[in-house]
């Protein structure tokens, strides 16, 4: 079995809910290794604030902040100009009966500092409910900042598209564009 169909069928068999938070995590922080790095640079996992106050799932350092023709860093580059990413957040949200609401969407906000910029991605188990897609369009237009939600299916699509050569981050794009055009 090849490292795609491997991660696809751990996808598949992870518990939900608080029975597989953990392997879940775990799992994400593997394929997003195993999608990004490189262009990005090593995943800090639950990196603190200094106070500990905020404990973010995990951060991927975006160096690539010159213009260059590798491929590969294109669109981190493009996201580096739009959004000042400097820092891609992850949240990861394997909630089974819980819905993903407005509450998760305000969290990762909150997670979100000038430094780090304004794209945060949240890797969920389903679709976040109405009131977490409308707090995100208020996170937007009163901060501009950019969370988007992936879901398990959009991982597993992402996993496809590096096995055929293609750049996954090219559905980020796609999911900043189609957020762009919902917005109200």
Not at 103 to 110: F, H, S, Y
Request: aromatic share 8%; proline share 4%; glycine share 4%.
């Amino acid at each position: 079995m090849n490292q795609v169909n491997n991660f696809i069928q751990r996808l598949d068999s992870c518990p939900l809910g608080n029975t597989g938070w953990s392997q879940f995590e775990d799992l994400c922080c593997e394929i997003l290794e195993f999608l990004f790095i490189p262009p990005l640079s090593t995943i800090q996992r639950q990196a603190r604030t200094h106070s500990g106050i905020n404990r973010r799932d995990a951060i991927l350092p975006n160096r690539n902040i010159v213009a260059t023709n590798n491929l590969n860093c294109k669109n981190w580059y493009h996201l580096f100009l739009e959004l000042g990413a400097r820092m891609i957040l992850f949240e990861f949200k394997n909630y089974d009966k819980t819905d993903i609401g407005k509450d998760e969407v305000n969290q990762t906000r909150n997670y979100m500092s000038t430094p780090m910029g304004r794209l945060a991605i949240m890797i969920c188990s389903k679709i976040p409910n109405e009131s977490a897609h409308l707090q995100r369009n208020s996170v937007y237009s009163q901060e501009q900042k950019v969370i988007l939600f992936i879901t398990k299916d959009q991982l597993k699509e992402m996993l496809i598209m590096q096995e055929r050569g293609e750049q996954p981050s090219d559905l980020i794009l796609d999911l900043i564009e189609s957020f762009y055009i919902q917005h109200e």
